[in-house]
Each structure stands twice: as structure tokens, then as C-alpha cells.
């Protein structure tokens, strides 16, 4: 996408000229709020009135003054830097447009073509390409991709591809070198549109040429009965706009189970839709209650978001976050905290609690621009210090926080809780950390199951014992997997792995599911054996007698 000198200049220009809000072509967008975090996506949208580009105000002076002084710069460099004659107009656009917002805060944001339409599709919980789910695997030493699972129905899985299946190429292009990410990132494309994929499977390469197509891609990737009769939602991929639709499907399925409580994760969740995560937190507060408020610069920019449900959800709750968890699901943590209706277990939330403006842009661009902040109910600031650190550090959470920055306020039941940092956990519990001792038997886990998939282990199991959690089946697992794991690391195998015995039998349980019977089933394990859950359910207790305290106390006033 090449665009003329004179596009690219107008792009300085902001809502006023180019930047418009957003259109009926994206209906969708003007009726929702987005907020979200991530590094190339940081959305928070309030409508506000466009400006009139007509109007001789002092604030449009300045505008066309910078939109010249632009154009001369610009100008500059194609006329005399040394490779001027091969200036990438859409490069420099973009990297100006970022810098200049990135000297105003860390989420005001410039979206390329692709960026927005890829942030776009998002928010549908679909997305456009071929269901598969791949990840990056070492063996030997020598990296590559491979394919995990395939989304039931989707293109991938009725083009047959596998669990195991390496990725070598995509179209002409050589995967060899490539990371998940970016083999994900080229596998996306139009729907309608074919991409030929190339992949090793026992020794010898299959090419299978595949249509895409719009794949589902929901809020909660999982809801079910944990050990002990609780209920789990994992809510972890964001607010989008069936987001409280599939919470309520999943909470009607766990009360017919008659489950004692509830855990609803939030962890790695980058926020969303604003007015799906005011309906997800309804479901568990009663009518008249603030949710959120914000606090703007106009008087568009400033509301209070009240629940409307006049009989939520009483059973105990907790709910689950880390630092990765922001934005939609800040207010979510903050509110059902302000309210004691849930206590928070894991770790301190991301912070991010500015709100931005969505406007399109020219060829399909787009724009946000921060105007107003977020507060939860008891008037603390989500969002974190950020005008002493760079962008890297603020990202990576190495931004000291001062003192004065934490406003102390109070709950419903009159505990203390802390503002200017994000959402701060009632209970602390970090997931565990993956060493590089258990990557080495994870990739060592994932080759054997894949050699088994592939017929080329010589175990001597039943198909039916491979998938059992019987002593019988774990022990001769384990012994055939210790011998295939001394094999590849050599005579330390046996002290290594002695070191590792729990991680592995969980890994191997893990890896022959998914091969077996697809992701969904597969990262039951894994939550089932999760610290923080048990954690979490260790607390729900606490959490009901804290929530009939609050019904207390509100009933008091």
C-alpha cells in the first residue's frame, strides 16, 4: 500500500482532517467502548463528537502549521538522504504517527491496514484463517514449528493436518527459521483465500493447499466441574462482543452440575469491549450498583456505568489474575473487589486505565487517542505510573511505583485496597515458572508422544492403556519415556528426569491428550494441577463469608 506524499502529511492531522470517528462500516465499533492492552493494541473507545474541520479555531492553525512543517521534512528526505528515491512512505508514516503518540502516553496508537483489521476481527471472536494451533519445539538443538491441534471443522483439520506435523513451508516461502508467531501470522489471511502448506510427517513432506475461512474464536475457551465440585471459567482471550452471552451459557451449564463456587479466571486477559465487561461484572452485582466510572475532559467523557441485574449470580466466587491481565478485565477484578462480592488471587494486574478514542483512518488505518480515565467504584485510578519510564519499561512492568502514586480507599465491607497500581490481589499466588530443566523434558515429552502418534514408538501398551491414568499404564510410561529421554540427553538422563518425575507424568498425561482428544481436554490437566487454582479454591470460603458481609453492610446503610 503505497500512499502519495500528500496523504501521508495529512495523517499528522488527527480527528480534524483525516481521522474521522468511526464509520458505518464498522457499525459494530460505534456501539461498543474497546479496552484493551497490548503492545500493538491498546484500545479504550469513548465516542466523542467530531470537531468541525471548517471551523478558523487557533487549534486548527496549529494543525495545518505541523501538517507543512511535515510535508517539509519529508520533502527533505526524499530529496536528499541517500537512499531517498526508496523511501517507504507507509514506514516513515507509521513510525512518525507512533512517536508522536507515544510522546503523549504509552496507549494512544497508530494501527496500519493490517493491524486494524486484524484488531477488528478480534473483537467478533473470530478471526480469518485455518484453526490450527502451533508452537515452537527444540529437539536436538534444532528449533521448529509444529502443529498441536486443529479447531474441529476448521479448514486445518479437514485438510488432515496433525498433532505432530512439522511446519516446513508456507506457500514457496521456507518456515524453516520462522517462530510460531510469525508461521501463525502467514497462515492468516482473507477469508476465501488458500495458503499451501507444506509439512514432515514421518520422514517424508505433505503438501495440502488450504481454503481460509472465518473461525471461531470465543471469550472462554473453557468452562467445567474442577476436582471437589467448583466451577471454572476460563476467561482468558479477551472481552469481545459475545463475551457476557458465553458467560451466561457457561454459568447455566455449571449450576445444572449444582457446582459450590466459582473461579473465574482472568489471567493473560488484555481487556476488550467495555460494555461486555460492565455486563460480566452485573452478573455477579446487584441492580444500582457502580461498576466503573470515568472522568474526561468533555462531558461526553464522563459516566458511570450502574448494574441493571435484579437477581445476579450468589454463588461464592474468586477470581483470578496476574500481570498481563488489563484493561476490561481490570474493571471486572476491581469491581467485584470494591464490592466484596470475589476475592482476587494472583498477582498485581497490568494497569492501564485511559481511555482512548477509536477513529478511522485512510485505507483503512486507524487511531486512538487517549481522553478520559477509568475509576472503580470506590474512585481508584487503574492506571499505572507512566511518565518516568520508557515504553519498554513500562511494558515489562520495570517502572518503579512511588508511594504517593497508591491512593488508599475502601471496600463495601471497609477493607483497605490501593489505587495507581492496577488491581492488587486479596490473595498472592504465582503460577509456576517454567525452567529451563522442565523445557527440556517438555520438548523431550512432546517428540515421544509425537513418536507414538506416528507409529514409531514400540511400547508395549494398548492404544486404551495410552490414554489411562491407571498405576500400570503411568509407570510403564514412564519407564519407556525415561529410556527415550537418557537416549537424547545421554547418562544424566536418569538423574535429570528423577529430579523432574511429577513434571513429567503431568507433561506426558498432557501431550497424549492433546494428541488423543484436542486442546480443550488437554488443558484440563494442566488447570487441574495449576498452583494458583488450587489457591483459588482454598480461598472461595473466605470469599463467600466476605460476600454475605457485604450483602450486610449494603443492607445496613
Known amino acids: ?6 496523504v501521508t502529511i495529512a495523517l499528522t492531522a488527527a480527528a480534524t482532517s483525516v481521522f474521522g470517528q468511526v464509520s458505518s462500516t464498522t457499525s459494530k465499533s460505534d456501539r461498543a467502548e474497546l479496552f484493551e492492552i497490548n503492545r500493538t493494541r491498546s484500545f479504550s473507545a469513548s465516542r466523542t463528537p467530531s470537531a468541525d474541520p471548517a ?6 492553525r496549529e494543525v495545518r ?16 538522504y541517500v537512499s531517498g528515491d526508496r523511501l517507504d512512505l507507509d514506514a516513515v508514516s507509521k513510525s512518525a504517527l507512533d512517536g508522536a503518540l507515544n510522546t ?3 496507549h494512544s496508537t497508530y494501527f496500519d491496514s493490517r493491524e486494524y483489521q486484524e484488531f477488528l476481527e478480534e473483537q467478533q471472536s473470530e478471526y480469518s484463517g485455518i484453526g490450527a494451533v502451533v508452537a ?19 479448514p486445518a483439520a479437514v485438510a488432515g493436518l496433525v498433532y505432530g506435523d512439522r511446519v516446513v513451508k508456507i506457500d514457496e516461502v521456507d518456515a524453516a527459521d520462522k517462530t510460531s508467531e510469525e508461521v501463525r501470522d502467514a497462515i492468516r489471511g482473507s477469508s476465501g483465500a488458500k495458503v499451501r502448506l507444506t509439512v514432515e510427517r514421518a520422514g517424508r513432506t505433505i503438501a495440502v493447499e488450504i481454503k481460509r475461512k472465518v473461525v471461531a474464536q470465543p471469550s472462554i475457551r473453557d468452562a467445567f466441574v474442577l476436582p471437589g465440585g467448583f466451577g471454572y471459567i476460563g476467561m482468558t482471550e479477551g472481552f469481545n462482543y459475545t463475551t457476557a452471552d458465553e458467560l451466561s451459557a457457561a454459568l447455566h451449564r455449571l449450576r445444572l452440575q449444582k457446582v459450590k463456587g466459582l473461579v473465574l479466571d482472568l489471567r493473560e486477559n488484555p481487556g476488550g469491549i467495555l460494555e461486555q465487561a460492565v455486563r460480566v461484572a452485573e452478573k455477579f452485582l446487584p441492580s444500582g450498583t457502580v461498576i466503573v466510572s470515568q472522568r474526561g475532559r468533555s462531558r461526553f467523557d464522563n459516566r458511570i456505568w450502574r448494574s441493571s441485574n435484579r437477581s445476579p449470580e450468589t454463588l461464592p466466587l474468586v477470581v483470578l489474575v496476574n500481570e498481563n491481565s488489563a484493561s476490561a478485565s481490570e474493571i471486572v477484578a476491581g469491581a467485584l473487589q470494591d464490592h466484596d462480592r470475589a476475592l482476587i488471587v494472583g498477582e498485581t494486574t497490568f494497569g492501564k486505565g485511559l481511555v482512548q478514542s477509536l477513529f478511522d483512518g485512510p485505507y483503512g488505518s486507524g487511531l486512538t487517542l487517549t481522553t478520559a480515565r477509568y475509576f472503580t467504584p470506590s474512585g481508584r485510578s487503574i492506571q499505572r505510573q507512566y511518565t518516568s519510564a520508557g515504553l519498554y519499561d513500562y511494558y515489562n512492568h520495570r517502572s518503579d511505583i512511588r508511594p504517593e502514586d497508591k491512593v488508599a480507599a475502601h471496600t463495601t465491607a471497609n477493607r483497605v485496597v490501593f489505587g495507581g497500581n492496577g488491581i492488587q490481589p486479596d490473595v498472592a499466588a504465582k503460577s509456576r515458572t517454567l525452567t529451563a530443566e522442565h523445557q527440556e523434558v517438555s520438548d523431550a515429552v512432546f517428540f515421544f508422544v509425537r513418536n507414538i502418534v506416528l507409529g514409531r514408538a514400540t511400547l508395549n501398551m494398548s492404544s486404551n492403556e495410552l490414554t489411562g491414568t491407571g498405576k500400570r499404564s503411568q509407570e510403564t510410561l514412564l519407564a519407556e519415556f525415561s529410556s527415550y529421554f537418557s537416549s537424547i540427553v545421554g547418562k544424566n538422563g536418569p538423574a535429570k ?17 492433546l494428541a488423543k482428544r484436542g486442546e480443550t481436554m488437554a488443558s484440563r490437566i494442566l488447570i487441574a494441577n495449576d498452583d494458583v ?3 483459588a479454591i482454598a480461598t472461595l ?5 466476605l460476600a454475605l458481609s457485604s450483602v450486610k453492610q449494603r443492607s445496613a446503610k
Open 55 to 60: 471551523s478558523p479555531t487557533a487549534a486548527s
Open 497 to 513: 528426569l528423577s529430579a523432574q518425575q511429577a513434571f513429567a507424568v503431568e507433561r506426558l498425561d498432557y501431550e497424549l491428550t
Open 541 to 545: 470460603p473466605k470469599a463467600r463469608d
Open 104 to 106: 503523549l502516553d504509552p
Open 533 to 535: 487454582i488450587l489457591a
Open 65 to 80: 502549521q505541523i501538517v507543512l512543517s511535515v510535508g517539509e521534512a519529508l520533502s527533505l528526505i526524499r530529496s536528499q
Open 1 to 6: 500500500m503505497k500512499r502519495s506524499l500528500r
Open 136 to 154: 515452537d519445539r527444540t529437539q536436538n538443538g534444532s528449533p521448529g514449528v509444529y502443529v498441536l491441534s486443529t479447531v474441529p471443522g476448521s
